[in-house]
Protein backbone atom coordinates (compact mmCIF):
# COMPACT_ATOMS: atom_id res chain seq x y z
CA UNK A 1 0.00 0.00 0.00
CA UNK A 2 1.22 3.27 -1.22
CA UNK A 3 -1.44 5.51 0.84
CA UNK A 4 -0.59 7.98 3.39
CA UNK A 5 -2.05 7.67 6.26
CA UNK A 6 -3.88 10.27 8.85
CA UNK A 7 -3.63 9.58 12.86
CA UNK A 8 -4.45 11.61 15.18
CA UNK A 9 -1.59 13.08 17.63
CA UNK A 10 -0.95 15.63 21.09
CA UNK A 11 1.68 17.83 21.17
CA UNK A 12 3.30 16.30 23.86
CA UNK A 13 6.78 19.11 24.18
CA UNK A 14 10.53 18.50 24.54
CA UNK A 15 13.80 19.69 26.18
CA UNK A 16 15.41 18.70 23.05
CA UNK A 17 16.79 21.06 21.02
CA UNK A 18 14.56 21.59 17.39
CA UNK A 19 12.53 18.68 18.37
CA UNK A 20 9.42 18.37 19.61
CA UNK A 21 7.30 14.65 21.02
CA UNK A 22 4.12 14.16 19.48
CA UNK A 23 2.21 11.32 21.30
CA UNK A 24 0.26 9.86 18.10
CA UNK A 25 -2.14 6.66 17.89
CA UNK A 26 -3.60 6.74 21.40
CA UNK A 27 -7.21 5.33 21.67
CA UNK A 28 -6.52 3.06 18.21
CA UNK A 29 -6.65 -0.44 17.95
CA UNK A 30 -3.94 -2.23 19.38
CA UNK A 31 -1.60 0.55 19.85
CA UNK A 32 -3.90 2.14 22.50
CA UNK A 33 -1.66 3.76 24.25
CA UNK A 34 -0.39 5.79 21.56
CA UNK A 35 3.09 6.01 21.20
CA UNK A 36 5.64 9.05 21.57
CA UNK A 37 7.72 10.54 18.51
CA UNK A 38 10.33 12.93 18.14
CA UNK A 39 9.89 15.02 15.17
CA UNK A 40 12.00 17.90 13.82
CA UNK A 41 10.48 21.26 14.76
CA UNK A 42 10.92 22.31 10.98
CA UNK A 43 8.32 19.64 10.02
CA UNK A 44 5.56 21.24 12.56
CA UNK A 45 3.89 24.49 11.34
CA UNK A 46 4.51 27.20 13.91
CA UNK A 47 0.72 27.51 15.35
CA UNK A 48 0.78 23.74 16.57
CA UNK A 49 4.21 23.43 19.12
CA UNK A 50 1.93 24.88 22.17
CA UNK A 51 1.81 21.46 24.24
CA UNK A 52 -2.06 19.97 24.31
CA UNK A 53 -2.44 21.07 20.87
CA UNK A 54 -4.64 18.36 18.93
CA UNK A 55 -3.11 17.82 15.35
CA UNK A 56 -3.21 15.32 12.61
CA UNK A 57 -0.04 13.27 11.59
CA UNK A 58 -0.04 12.28 8.04
CA UNK A 59 2.52 9.59 7.47
CA UNK A 60 3.75 7.09 4.57
CA UNK A 61 3.01 3.51 4.20
CA UNK A 62 2.20 1.93 8.41
CA UNK A 63 5.34 3.75 9.80
CA UNK A 64 6.25 6.85 11.36
CA UNK A 65 7.81 8.07 8.38
CA UNK A 66 5.84 11.47 8.94
CA UNK A 67 5.02 13.63 6.00
CA UNK A 68 3.07 16.41 7.45
CA UNK A 69 1.37 17.95 10.29
CA UNK A 70 -1.21 19.77 10.08
CA UNK A 71 -3.57 21.26 13.12
CA UNK A 72 -7.21 20.18 13.68
CA UNK A 73 -10.25 22.59 13.50
CA UNK A 74 -12.58 22.57 16.24
CA UNK A 75 -14.92 20.71 14.98
CA UNK A 76 -12.62 17.55 14.51
CA UNK A 77 -10.88 18.58 17.60
CA UNK A 78 -14.31 18.01 19.26
CA UNK A 79 -15.46 15.04 17.96
CA UNK A 80 -11.11 13.12 18.33
CA UNK A 81 -11.55 14.28 22.30
CA UNK A 82 -8.88 13.14 24.67
CA UNK A 83 -10.44 10.57 27.54
CA UNK A 84 -8.32 10.16 30.47
CA UNK A 85 -8.74 6.24 31.46
Known amino acids: MNGILKIRGVIFGS????????????GTGMIDGGYLL?????IIPKDCRMPNT?????????????????????????????VPY
Open 15 to 26: LYPNKIHIHVGF
Open 38 to 42: MIDTK
Open 54 to 82: LVWVFSKEFGYNVVKIEKMSYSEAQENKI
